[in-house]
C-alpha cells in the first residue's frame, strides 16, 4: 500500500512554532481555542521537543526554542465560529489584546491576541459574503 505524502488530519500547510516555553503554549492553545494535544515528544528534562496540536480541523505543530533553534514569532489567521466568544476565552486564558474585534468590509468580524510565546492571533467570524463589486464600493468608502 503506498503512503500517503499527506498524513491523514494534515492539510498541505502546518504552521510549526518555534516558542520559547511550548509547554505552556501548548496548555495556551487548549484554554484559548479548545486545541487537543495530539502529540507531545519530550526531552528528557521535560522540554517540548516536538508537539502537535489540533484546532478546529488543522494541526498546528510546536517545538522549544534553544540553542541555535531561536523563536521564530508567527501571525496565525483563526477562523472561528464566534468571534467575540473566542477573543474573550483567549483573554481570559492569558493572551493580550492586540486589537479589538470589529467587523471588516469584506465580510468577516475580526479581532487579534498576542499570545505571550511570540505569536500572534487573528480571529475572525465570516458574517457576510461580499461581492467583489460591493467590497471595492466599501474598501472605496473607508478611504482604501
Known amino acids: 500500500m503506498a503512503v500517503k505524502p499527506v498524513p491523514d488530519g494534515f492539510h498541505t500547510v502546518t504552521p510549526y512554532l518555534l516558542v520559547k516555553g511550548a509547554s505552556g503554549l501548548m496548555e495556551f492553545l ?22 502537535e496540536m489540533r484546532i478546529g480541523d488543522s494541526m498546528v505543530m510546536l517545538a522549544e526554542a534553544s540553542g541555535s533553534n531561536k523563536p521564530v514569532p508567527a501571525m496565525l489567521f483563526l477562523y472561528v465560529p464566534d468571534v467575540d466568544g473566542s ?13 479589538e474585534v470589529r467587523d471588516e468590509f469584506y465580510g468577516d468580524r475580526v479581532g487579534a491576541v498576542d ?23 466599501r474598501r472605496a468608502a473607508r478611504g482604501g
Open 87 to 99: 477573543y474573550r476565552r483567549a483573554l481570559q486564558a492569558g493572551a493580550t489584546p492586540a486589537r
Open 115 to 137: 499570545d505571550g510565546f511570540g505569536n500572534q492571533w487573528w480571529l475572525a467570524s465570516h458574517i457576510e459574503d461580499v461581492s467583489p463589486e460591493e467590497m471595492a464600493r
Open 30 to 51: 487548549k484554554r484559548a481555542f479548545d486545541a487537543q494535544e495530539t502529540e507531545r515528544m519530550t526531552t528528557p528534562d521535560g522540554t517540548v521537543a516536538h508537539g
